[in-house]
T-cell receptor, first 111, second 116 residues
Framework: KQEVTQIPAALSVPEGENLVLNCSFTDSAIYNLQWFRQDPGKGLTSLLL?????REQTSGRLNASLDKSSGRSTLYIAASQPGDSATYLC??????????FGTGTRLKVLA | EAQVTQNPRYLITVTGKKLTVTCSQNMNHEYMSWYRQDPGLGLRQIYYSMNVEVTDKGDVPEGYKVSRKEKRNFPLILESPSPNQTSLYFC???????????????FGDGTRLSIL
């Protein structure tokens, strides 16, 4: 059964720092991996989607990489800002048409 | 504006009183899904639908029902709610263009249910 883990559960960094969030999954037979952002009291916003044939995706200050063979993905945030404070979740899809989510990393960027 | 709309946003009710949480999307998406989010457990998928009249169980379907009579709507029904269904619920939708999983999911703002 697919399991998705995100470490650390919480992270606090000073403004301007570059940081890496981690996502690992146990079954490498995924269709894609998606990173989301969740603000308090809000739904999830899709940040980046990496298809299984891709190695990385970039959007602005965000870069997500995927290594299927090792079951890992990283979300790199460059030059972090207080507005980046949120919970970041990753999710994988498989042939069963289901999404499996990690429990998230709660990020706080200090001004 | 492209969006997924859930109603109600908040509901406090009692055990055994049937309730329905509505979900509607205006993006003509084929795929729709319901999740519940609980502290320490993350988001878990309840039910999903690939298209009209096509639904299937997610990882935690017990105590829930869904229907997909129209493409835009995907209501979640709790026929006899119990306290362990107190949670934050999210509806989401995505296109199936280009194959399964190739399009991002769009989420509603959530429904906070409290079952007393």
């Amino acid at each position: 059964k697919q399991e998705v883990t995100q470490i650390p559960a919480a992270l606090s960094v000073p403004e301007g720092e570059n940081l890496v969030l981690n996502c690992s999954f146990t079954d490498s037979a995924i269709y894609n991996l998606q990173w989301f952002r969740q603000d308090p009291g809000k739904g999830l916003t899709s940040l980046l989607l990496i298809q299984s044939s891709q190695r990385e995706q970039t959007s602005g200050r965000l870069n997500a990489s995927l290594d299927k063979s090792s079951g890992r993905s990283t979300l790199y945030i460059a030059a972090s800002q207080p507005g980046d404070s949120a919970t970041y979740l990753c999710a994988v899809t498989s042939g069963t048409y289901k999404y499996i989510f990690g429990t998230g990393t709660r990020l706080k960027v200090l001004a | 504006e492209a969006q997924v709309t859930q109603n109600p946003r908040y509901l406090i009710t009692v055990t055994g009183k049937k309730l329905t949480v509505t979900c509607s999307q205006n993006m003509n998406h084929e795929y729709m899904s319901w999740y519940r989010q609980d502290p320490g457990l993350g988001l878990r998928q309840i039910y999903y639908s690939m298209n009209v009249e096509v639904t299937d169980k997610g990882d935690v379907p017990e105590g829930y029902k869904v229907s997909r009579k129209e493409k835009r709507n995907f209501p979640l029904i709790l026929e006899s709610p119990s306290p362990n269904q107190t949670s934050l619920y999210f509806c989401a939708s995505s296109q199936l263009t280009g194959g399964w999983g190739n399009q991002p999911q769009h989420f509603g703002d959530g429904t906070r249910l409290s079952i007393l």
